[in-house]
C-alpha cells in the first residue's frame, strides 16, 4: 500500500509538470460526496478555519456531474449529508506549498464530461462558506466553498512557524505529519508514518517514524500502542547510538509520559529522571528540551501531592523556556498552565487565575480556534472559578472545552472525560443532581474503556457516583461504590495518599447517615490523619474533616467538641476562600446551629444570616439550601 500511495503521488506531480503551462492561474473546481451528519455538523463549527484531505483528492470541473452524480446520490443514506464542495485553486499557491495536482480527463470514468483534476494526499483548504443548497424534496443538500492555501496564508503561517525548529529532523511528509500533531489531528498523522515507516530505508528513519508514531498514538489515547512505538524507537536508538545521545534522553521522556498517563507514577518518575541525567550532559543549560523534562517531573511530583517539589520543577522549566522560545510558544502557555495547576491544589487560587490567563493568552494567539489545548485553558479557568464558587461562569467554561473537544478529538478521548466529570461537578455543586450523575457516568464510561481497572482516576469516579448516591438518600448504593473506590486507592496509592482520606471520609458520610456515628467518626479521625500528614495546614479538605466530626459529635450531643472542631474549619477556610464563597455556609450554619442547641440564640443567628447572604449570591432563590436557610432564620427569630 505504501509503495501504490508513493508511485501515485510521484506520477500526479510528473503529470503536472508536464500540464503546468496549460492550466488556468486561477480556476475552479467541484467535489461532490457524503458526509456523516457528525461530521458535517463539526465543520459547520470550523467555518473560516482550515481543513485537508488525507487522500487522493478528486475533483470536476463539471458541477453538474459532482452534485447530481456523487452529493444527491449520498442521500440516499438517512444519516448522511450531501456535499458539494467548491474549490477555488490558484496555482501559484500549488506551486509554493508543493500541491501537485493532475487533469485526468482521458483516464476518468466519464471521459471528457467530467473533466477530472485529481490532487495529492493532504491538500489545505480554508472553508470559506456554508450553505444549505435550495431543494424542494431535501434539506441534506449543502454546498461548501473552499479556498487552496499554502505558505501565504496567515493563520497557516502562525500555526506552523514556530513548529519548523522543533521538526527539522524531518523533511516533506514527515514534517508534514508532525505539524498535523500540534494541530490536532493526530490519527490523520498516524495514517503517514505509517506509510514512512512501510518505505524506510534507514534505523535513524525506523527511529524517528516510531518515535513519532508514539506522539500521534498518545495524543489519540492509544497509551499501548504509543508505548509499543516508542519502545521500538529506543532499542534502535540503544544500538545505534552513544549511551549519553540526546535522542536517548527524548525516547525516556516520551516513555515516561505514557506510564504516566496510564497511571504508573513511579515507572514514569524513573524514565523522566533517566531523561534528565542524560539531557544535563548533552544539552546546553538552556536548550527547550530540559524545560520538557523538568516539566515532565514536575507533574509527576504534582501527582504524588508533593506540591512544593512540582512548583520548583515547574518554575525551572519555565526560566528555560522564557529565554529559548518565543513569547507565543504553545510551551510556555504549558509552563504557565502546569503552574496554575499546583497553585489550584495549594488553594492560592487568585495565582492560578492568573497563570492559566496567560496560558490562554499565548494560545489563543498561537493556535488554531478548535484545538484540544484551548479546550484544556477552558477547562482550567472553569475548574478555578469552580473552586470560587462561581458556578455560572465554571459551567460556561468547561461547555466551551467540551465543545472543541468534540470536534477535536475522538468522542472517547480521556480529555473529554475531563470536561463531563467537571460539568458533572457543577451540577452537583448547584444541587442537579440528575444531571450530575449523568455527567459522571459519561465521563466513567470513557475513562474505563482507557484506563487499566486499578487506575485511580477510576477510584475517584466510585466516590463522585457514590457522594451524589448519598444526596439522593440511596445509602446502599452509595457504599457499594465507596468500597469500590476504596479497594482500589489501596492497590494504587501509598498509604497516606489524599485519595485514600477521601474514600475513609466518604465512607464515614454513609454511615453517618445511617445513624451508626462511632463507625462515622472512626473512620473521619481516619481521613484526617491522612490529611494532616499530606496537605498542607490550611489545606481545604482538612476543613472538611473537621467539619464532619463536629457533626458527629453534634449528633451525640458533645456541643462543646462539636463548636471546636466547626470553629477549627471554620479558621481554615477564611485563609484559603473568597468572603462569599458557599463552603463557608457550612461552618456558619454548623456553628449557628451549636448556639442555638446551647441556648445562645444571638450567636446562633447572626451565623445563620451569614450563611443565607453567601446561599443567595451563588444558587437559584428555589434551590433547597436558599430556601431552608432563610426558614431556620425565621424559626429563630422565634427564640429570641
Not at 473546481?29 to 467555518?47: A, H, N, P, W, Y
Not at 506549498?97 to 476518468?108: D, V, Y
Amino acid at each position: 500500500m505504501g509503495f501504490f500511495i508513493r508511485h501515485l503521488h510521484n506520477h500526479i506531480a510528473e503529470l503536472h509538470r508536464q500540464q503546468q503551462d496549460s492550466v488556468q492561474t486561477n480556476f475552479q473546481v467541484f467535489r461532490g460526496q457524503g458526509l456523516s451528519i457528525e461530521d458535517f455538523d463539526k465543520m459547520k463549527k470550523t467555518k473560516g478555519g482550515l481543513m485537508s484531505f488525507n487522500n487522493f483528492l478528486s475533483t470536476s470541473r463539471n458541477r453538474d456531474i459532482s452534485l447530481n452524480n456523487f452529493a444527491q446520490i449520498a442521500l440516499m443514506n438517512q444519516n448522511s449529508v450531501g456535499i458539494l464542495f467548491i474549490m477555488n485553486i490558484d496555482t501559484a499557491i500549488c506551486t509554493q506549498s508543493s500541491t501537485p495536482f493532475a487533469e485526468l480527463s482521458e483516464s476518468s470514468y466519464f471521459k471528457n464530461q467530467e473533466e477530472e483534476i485529481l490532487f495529492s494526499t493532504h491538500t489545505i483548504f480554508r472553508i470559506d462558506s456554508i450553505e444549505r443548497i435550495e431543494d424542494d424534496s431535501t434539506d441534506r443538500l449543502w454546498q461548501v466553498h473552499l479556498t487552496i492555501v499554502g505558505n501565504q496564508d496567515d493563520d497557516f503561517n502562525k500555526l506552523t512557524a514556530h513548529l519548523r525548529e522543533e521538526c527539522m529532523w524531518a523533511t516533506g511528509w514527515a514534517r508534514f505529519a508532525h505539524i498535523l500533531i500540534q494541530l490536532g489531528e493526530p490519527a490523520k498523522a498516524e495514517h503517514l508514518y505509517q506509510m514512512l515507516l512501510e518505505n524506510a530505508t534507514s534505523d535513524k528513519q525506523r527511529s524517528d517514524y516510531n518515535l513519532q508514531l508514539g506522539a500521534a498514538y498518545q495524543n489519540m489515547g492509544e497509551y499501548s500502542k504509543a508505548l509499543s512505538s516508542y519502545e521500538r524507537s529506543l532499542e534502535i536508538n540503544k544500538i545505534a547510538l552513544p549511551p549519553n545521545h540526546s535522542e536517548l534522553a527524548t525516547c525516556y521522556n516520551n516513555i515516561g509520559g505514557v506510564y504516566y498517563r496510564m497511571g504508573e507514577i513511579q515507572k514514569a518518575l524513573l524514565f523522566f529522571e533517566q531523561a534528565l541525567q542524560i539531557q544535563k550532559i548533552a544539552l546546553p543549560a538552556n536548550h527547550p528540551s530540559l524545560a520538557s523534562c523538568y516539566s515532565n517531573i514536575g507533574t509527576v511530583y504534582a501527582n504524588m501531592d508533593e506540591y512544593p517539589k512540582a512548583l520548583l520543577s515547574y518554575e525551572q522549566s519555565l526560566e528555560i523556556r522564557a529565554i529559548a522560545l518565543p513569547p507565543n510558544h504553545p510551551d510556555l502557555a504549558m509552563s504557565y498552565n502546569n503552574i496554575g495547576n499546583v497553585y489550584v491544589n495549594m488553594g492560592q487560587y487568585s495565582k492560578a487565575l492568573s497563570s492559566y490567563q496567560q496560558a490562554f493568552e499565548i494560545r489563543a494567539i498561537a493556535l488554531p480556534p478548535n484545538h484540544p489545548d484551548l479546550a484544556g485553558s477552558y477547562n482550567n479557568i472553569g475548574l478555578v472559578y469552580c473552586d470560587m464558587g462561581e458556578y455560572s461562569k465554571a459551567l460556561s467554561m468547561y461547555e466551551r472545552s467540551l465543545e472543541i473537544q468534540k470536534i477535536a478529538l475522538p468522542s472517547n478521548h480521556p480529555l473529554s472525560a475531563t470536561s463531563y466529570n467537571n460539568i458533572g461537578k457543577v451540577y452537583d455543586k448547584i444541587g442537579k443532581l440528575s444531571e450530575a450523575l449523568s455527567s459522571y457516568e459519561r465521563a466513567f464510561e470513557i475513562d474505563k474503556a482507557t484506563l487499566p481497572p486499578n487506575h485511580p482516576h477510576l477510584a475517584n469516579y466510585y466516590n463522585k457516583i457514590g457522594m451524589l448516591y448519598t444526596k439522593m438518600g440511596d445509602y446502599a448504593k452509595a457504599l457499594s461504590s465507596y468500597e469500590q473506590s476504596l479497594e482500589i486507592h489501596k492497590i494504587a496509592l501509598p498509604l497516606n495518599h489524599p485519595d485514600l482520606a477521601a474514600s475513609y471520609n466518604n465512607i464515614g458520610v454513609v454511615y453517618f447517615n445511617m445513624g451508626e456515628y462511632p463507625k462515622a467518626l472512626s473512620l473521619y479521625e481516619r481521613s484526617l490523619e491522612i490529611r494532616a500528614i499530606a496537605l498542607p495546614s490550611n489545606h481545604p479538605s482538612l476543613a472538611a474533616s473537621y467539619d464532619n466530626i463536629g457533626r458527629v459529635y453534634d449528633k451525640v450531643g458533645e456541643l462543646s467538641e462539636a463548636l471546636s472542631s466547626y470553629e477549627r474549619a471554620l479558621e481554615i477556610k477564611k485563609i484559603t476562600l473568597p468572603l462569599n464563597h458557599p463552603d463557608l455556609t457550612k461552618s456558619y450554619g454548623n456553628i449557628g446551629i451549636v448556639y442555638e442547641k446551647m441556648g445562645e440564640y444571638s450567636k446562633a443567628l447572626s451565623f445563620l444570616e451569614l450563611t443565607h447572604d453567601i446561599f443567595k449570591q451563588s444558587l437559584p432563590p428555589t434551590h433547597p439550601d436558599v430556601v431552608k436557610s432563610q426558614r431556620d432564620i425565621e424559626n429563630l427569630k422565634k427564640k429570641l
